[in-house]
């Protein structure tokens, strides 16, 4: 098991030393990183596991799950409701290390924590998510764009099936073996990269007019940044540790690029222009409170989402220093069933 290969650095449960770090402010979370509020010396990498899967849809469904344990006989009532409990135990003790670890927004939304590896399942439900919320916009998308056909909803549509039919076929990969399974996750990198472009070009075109339309961009952000994620899990799995990297990077320039630049003072200004109140009243006084309220919640967004895609490849140069290949990092992670994170502890930050 990669557990043992790894020896003490590598670990299954977050130590409690660093989850009373972060709740008591001595560590700070910097997307998939824990470093030292003190000196920024890092602690220690966290990476997404399997358990992921579990968590939204066994939340949605564990009302009708509850209700199987109702079958005729009471030693399959008592069997069904022991292993319901204990499924909807574990959900519940997952979402708690990842509010007490502050990176419950990343594990639910498009950033995702470190490298991707939670499967096509998660991978499609947030690919239904952030079409969605381009479906819903739509109209603000057309307002502040220059050409509607330069969007083209066909073409959009058609980006989010091939961003969900790669997300499969790197799935698959791992069903593989050797040579075919380096060929397709390479074949999902140079489609990963496509897209990650396509979606790239689109988020820069809506931000042209400035960060009072970056709420109409989000979403193509957020499909960068899931094209990203698939692009730097594919080439890991096939080892190639400083492609990986480079991939990495590029998104996180990317990000930097477009969304850098925006802060809160400018997301409040758009919304209290939006708004319109009359200067010097109450009602203005209030909109201004509303307007910076809102600005806080997406300028933490662009953030988290920019920290990510920096720190989305952190932990693989210290795998490459200690020998562990990367697919054997991503592999642990995937085989992973009661942690919806894994740790990877830096040097010196054992306890």
Same mark, same amino acid.
């Given at each position: 098991?990669?557990?043992?290969?790894? !020896?003490?650095?590598?670990?299954?449960?977050?130590?409690? /030393?660093?989850?009373?770090?972060?709740?008591?402010?001595?560590?700070?979370?910097?997307?998939?990183?824990?470093?030292? =509020?003190?000196?920024?010396?890092? =602690?220690?990498? *966290?990476?997404?596991?399997?358990?992921?899967?579990?968590?939204?849809?066994? *939340? *949605?469904?564990?009302?009708?799950?509850?209700?199987? %344990?109702?079958?005729?006989?009471?030693?399959? &009532?008592?069997? &069904?409701?022991?292993?319901?409990?204990? !499924?909807?135990?574990?959900?519940? /003790?997952?979402?708690?290390?990842?509010?007490?670890?502050?990176?419950?927004?990343?594990?639910?939304?498009?950033?995702?924590?470190?490298?991707?590896?939670?499967?096509?399942?998660? *991978? @499609?439900?947030?690919?239904? &998510?952030?079409?969605?919320?381009?479906?819903?916009?739509?109209?603000?998308?057309?307002?502040? @764009?220059?050409?509607?056909?330069?969007?083209?909803?066909?073409?959009?549509? %058609?980006?989010?099936?091939?961003?969900?039919?790669?997300?499969?076929?790197?799935?698959?990969?791992?069903?593989?073996?050797?040579?075919?399974?380096?060929?397709?996750? /390479?074949?999902?990198?140079?489609?990963?990269?496509?897209?990650?472009?396509?979606?790239?070009?689109?988020?820069?075109?809506?931000?042209?007019?400035?960060?009072? /339309?970056?709420?109409?961009?989000?979403?193509?952000?957020?499909?960068?940044?899931?094209? $990203?994620?698939?692009?730097?899990?594919?080439?890991?799995?096939? $080892?190639?540790?400083?492609?990986?990297?480079?991939?990495?990077?590029?998104?996180?320039?990317?990000?930097?690029?477009?969304?850098?630049?925006?802060?809160?003072?400018?997301?409040?200004?758009?919304?209290?222009?939006?708004?319109?109140?009359?200067?010097?009243?109450?009602?203005?006084?209030?909109?201004?409170?509303?307007? $910076?309220?809102?600005?806080?919640?997406?300028?933490?967004?662009?953030?988290?989402?920019?920290?990510? @895609?920096?720190?989305?490849?952190?932990?693989?140069?210290?795998?490459?220093?200690? %020998?562990?290949?990367?697919?054997?990092?991503?592999?642990? %992670?995937?085989?992973?069933?009661?942690?919806?994170?894994?740790?990877?502890?830096?040097?010196?930050?054992?306890?």
């Amino acid at each position: 098991m990669i557990g043992a290969t790894l !020896g003490e650095v590598f670990l299954r449960a977050v130590p409690d /030393h660093l989850k009373a770090g972060v709740t008591d402010g001595s560590l700070r979370v910097f997307g998939s990183v824990l470093r030292s =509020a003190t000196n920024g010396q890092i =602690a220690g990498f *966290m990476q997404e596991t399997s358990f992921l899967q579990n968590l939204l849809p066994s *939340m *949605m469904s564990a009302g009708s799950g509850l209700q199987l %344990a109702a079958v005729p006989g009471q030693v399959g &009532q008592l069997v &069904q409701g022991e292993i319901i409990l204990a !499924g909807v135990q574990r959900i519940e /003790h997952g979402m708690r290390l990842l509010t007490q670890l502050g990176v419950a927004d990343l594990a639910m939304n498009a950033a995702g924590i470190g490298i991707s590896a939670i499967g096509f399942s998660v *991978m @499609s439900m947030k690919i239904d &998510q952030v079409k969605r919320v381009v479906e819903s916009i739509s109209g603000d998308i057309v307002a502040v @764009s220059a050409k509607l056909d330069e969007l083209q909803r066909d073409a959009i549509d %058609a980006d989010f099936a091939e961003l969900r039919s790669l997300s499969k076929a790197f799935d698959e990969g791992w069903r593989l073996s050797g040579d075919a399974a380096v060929r397709r996750w /390479h074949e999902v990198a140079r489609g990963a990269l496509s897209g990650q472009t396509r979606f790239e070009q689109r988020a820069a075109r809506v931000l042209v007019g400035g960060p009072s /339309h970056y709420l109409a961009a989000d979403p193509f952000l957020d499909a960068v940044s899931l094209a $990203n994620a698939l692009r730097v899990a594919a080439l890991a799995a096939c $080892n190639e540790t400083s492609a990986a990297q480079e991939a990495a990077i590029d998104g996180a320039r990317s990000f930097e690029r477009m969304t850098g630049p925006i802060g809160m003072a400018d997301l409040s200004l758009a919304e209290l222009t939006k708004r319109k109140p009359e200067a010097g009243t109450t009602r203005w006084a209030l909109a201004q409170a509303e307007a $910076n309220v809102a600005a806080r919640i997406t300028a933490g967004k662009i953030r988290r989402r920019e920290a990510a @895609s920096a720190t989305r490849a952190a932990p693989l140069a210290l795998l490459e220093q200690r %020998a562990i290949p990367a697919r054997d990092w991503l592999a642990a %992670a995937r085989e992973e069933i009661e942690s919806p994170v894994i740790i990877l502890l830096a040097e010196g930050s054992q306890k």
